[in-house]
Antibody, heavy 120, light 107 residues
């Protein structure tokens, strides 16, 4: 059974960089075939897809965030990470990591989510 | 970006009711649509993919239909565990986008 777990600071100051890691267990990122995404949900709001990474390192980002987002993968640790720079209060959200079985597929496994608050 | 809309935004129903939620896309997405269920404080759970395929382990009272721009999620007989918020999501083209959600609450 695949499990995903987000980790990282719950509080980030404005203008700083938000950094989160998703640790995957029960399956290997490097085995390929899956696309690993970050998705966020503003408090009481809907869901916003941030971007994905493949084990090879290829990425695709939501154009609305592209200038501030970097997603990377560390296959040796079976982890992938999100960096979001120059954050503001508008980036306060629950951040989820998720897996899709192909490049164009629904998200079949999700992490539990982690709340990141941007505040001084 | 493809815009997703859902109706209604809130639905009040009773246990045993047949419930239908509609999702519309701003342009054709073929059948590349998923439905998720989310409960407070939890991650979304995949129910339906490719518009009408039931995810493994999901009760058969959930079903999906539609193609192109109009889709529906039906719960044939609402159970206590089904009170939640439901989201549709298109994965036909980037960026993937979600609907605003439909909250199903107790009548």
């Amino acid at each position: 059974q695949v499990q995903l777990q987000e980790s990282g600071p719950g509080l980030v100051k404005p203008s700083q960089t938000l950094s989160l890691t998703c640790t995957v267990s029960g399956g290997s990122i490097s085995s390929g075939g899956y696309y690993w995404s970050w998705i966020r949900q503003h408090p009481g709001k809907g869901l916003e897809w941030i971007g994905y990474i493949y084990y090879s390192g290829s990425t695709y980002y939501n154009p609305s965030l592209k200038s501030r987002v970097t997603i990377s993968v560390d296959t040796s640790k079976n982890q992938f990470s999100l960096k979001l720079s120059s954050v503001t209060a508008a980036d306060t959200a629950v951040y989820y990591c998720a897996r899709a079985p192909t490049i164009e597929a629904a998200f079949d496994y999700w992490g539990q989510g982690t709340l990141v608050t941007v505040s001084s | 970006d493809i815009q997703m809309t859902q109706s209604p935004s809130t639905l009040s129903a009773s246990v045993g009711d047949r419930v239908t939620i509609t999702c519309r896309a701003s342009q054709s997405i073929s059948s590349w649509l998923a439905w998720y269920q989310q409960k407070p404080g939890k991650a979304p759970k995949l129910l339906i993919y490719k518009a009408s395929s039931l995810e493994s382990g999901v009760p058969s009272r959930f079903s999906g239909s539609g193609s192109g721009t109009e889709f529906t999620l039906t719960i044939s007989s609402l159970q206590p565990d089904d009170f939640a918020t439901y989201y549709c999501q298109q994965y036909n083209s980037y960026p993937f986008t979600f609907g605003p959600g439909t909250k199903v609450d107790i009548k």
